[in-house]
């Protein structure tokens, strides 16, 4: 009997005895076991393309080699795992690549703070410093925004459900309306302005806005860099505090390291996270203008701030851009899936699809309710993993490993046509 439910149910453990809380899970419902670069396998043997890349944290794809390698011989010479921020070589090692490799190339002078080891974290510090910088308490944000899960940036966030779960009044904030909310033609940044000149609007002077530059969970919207560099001269005309989130976008998710390097604008502060650990090993970066570096000691901490393995592979991840090679691979195999999606919007018009995105984060919205989670599913069935993205899950979102070869993405993208053909029946 025993062996019958679990031929039946291959996740009865995880049902039985993890929490509801759980969610990927139920879209792939298998159990994984092995994974390399761009591929994974479960334990049954079957394989499967990855075009989710742990939500954006495996840029340089699953147990990538040169990662691997580092961490294996820092562990065997009984590196040091654990330290606040204590200093340790690890951690001088990664500042020093990271100025000399990212920053100092790039004419950017920042300050480096690693607050607790994820996303949310480096948003929460975000928050935090710039309402002591300005002594101002209200953050602004924008329609569909996705900025993480604590309270502080579930209430900058968009979703209603996530923000529902809160299970309090979210405070302190206030949403405005994002690139083309209102269609192509309408300027949401004066309409922003108005409401900052009118002393009856009712909206008092923000500390910060805080923005994505492509909203990846939000559903691939993508914020053009003229409307960027009018977001930028808007802080400073009203000494407001620039804060991109770069957690999903950043580290070549668009083709450039920080995805906002093409609108040439200068962020006060910048929450990296996800891909910044290298290897999909937790850790997070808030990157400061040394002006506003005003944190007493120990005002923001964290215990897993010192994540010395995490030092280790983000410092060998770095040598990917020692040059702009990795970056212009990262724009031509975009290049290529925005071909392809806008092939499959052409040749499935009953889909009424819309291609959206930047580099190797894009998206095509399905215009048939719940057909773009159907999509998804059938291609899990075929095997290859994505998941949907927007506030209808209306998006079918595609993030691949940035180092994933022509053959996996090609493997995958015939895949996603062969899911389409499969769902067109249903409409």
């Not at 040091?80 to 100092?104: G, P, Q, Y």
């Not at 004419?107 to 480096?122: A, Q």
């Not at 923005?211 to 400073?236: D, H, P, Y």
């Not at 899990?380 to 209808?392: H, V, Y």
């Amino acid at each position: 009997m025993k062996v019958v439910e679990e031929l039946r149910s291959p996740l009865k453990v995880f049902e039985t005895l993890e929490s509801e809380v759980r969610s990927y899970c139920r879209s792939f419902p298998t159990v994984f076991a092995k994974a390399s670069d761009y591929q994974l396998w479960d334990r049954d043997g079957r394989e499967y393309v990855d075009f989710f890349a742990g939500a954006g944290a495996l840029n340089y794809g699953h147990n990538n080699q040169r990662i691997k390698a580092k961490l294996i011989d820092y562990l065997m010479d009984d590196g040091i795992t654990h330290s606040l921020d204590m200093a340790t070589e690890a951690k001088e090692k990664l500042l020093e690549r990271f100025h000399d490799v990212i920053l100092k190339p790039r004419k950017l002078h920042y300050k480096v703070m690693f607050p607790g080891p994820t996303g949310t974290n480096s948003v929460e510090s975000a928050l935090k410093l710039a309402r002591k910088v300005t002594g101002r308490d209200l953050i602004m944000s924008f329609t569909n925004a996705f900025h993480g899960m604590t309270i502080g940036s579930l209430s900058i966030t968009g979703n209603e459900s996530k923000r529902k779960g809160a299970g309090i009044p979210l405070t302190n904030s206030i949403s405005m309306p994002f690139d083309s909310y209102f269609g192509s033609e309408a300027d949401t940044v004066s309409y922003i302005e108005r409401f900052l000149e009118d002393n009856g609007s009712g909206i008092s002077l923000p500390a910060a806005i805080i923005l994505e530059t492509v909203q990846g969970e939000g559903g691939i919207n993508v914020a053009s860099f003229e409307w960027l560099r009018k977001i930028e001269e808007l802080c400073r005309r009203w000494n407001i505090l620039l804060i991109v989130d770069d957690v999903q976008v950043g580290c070549g998710r668009t083709g450039p390291f920080f995805s906002f390097e093409p609108a040439g604008i200068y962020p006060d502060i910048v929450c990296l996270s996800k891909s910044i650990g290298g290897y999909g090993i937790p850790l997070a970066m808030t990157l400061i203008k040394p002006e506003y570096d005003l944190w007493e000691p120990g005002e923001h901490n964290g215990t897993f701030r010192g994540h010395n393995l995490a030092f280790v592979a983000a410092t060998e991840a770095l040598s990917y851009w020692e040059d702009d090679q990795f970056s212009r691979e990262i724009l031509e195999k975009g290049e290529k899936v925005r071909l392809f999606l806008e092939m499959l919007a052409q040749n499935y018009p009953e889909m009424e699809a819309e291609v959206r995105g930047r580099g190797l984060l894009q998206g095509i919205k399905i215009g048939v309710d719940g057909l773009a989670e159907k999509i998804c599913a059938a291609a899990f069935e075929r095997g290859l993993i994505m998941e949907t993205s927007g506030p209808n899950s209306e998006v079918v979102k595609i993030m691949p490993p940035l180092t994933i070869d022509e053959k996996g993405l090609e493997k995958g993208l015939t895949i996603l046509e062969e899911s389409f053909q499969w769902c067109k029946q249903m409409i």
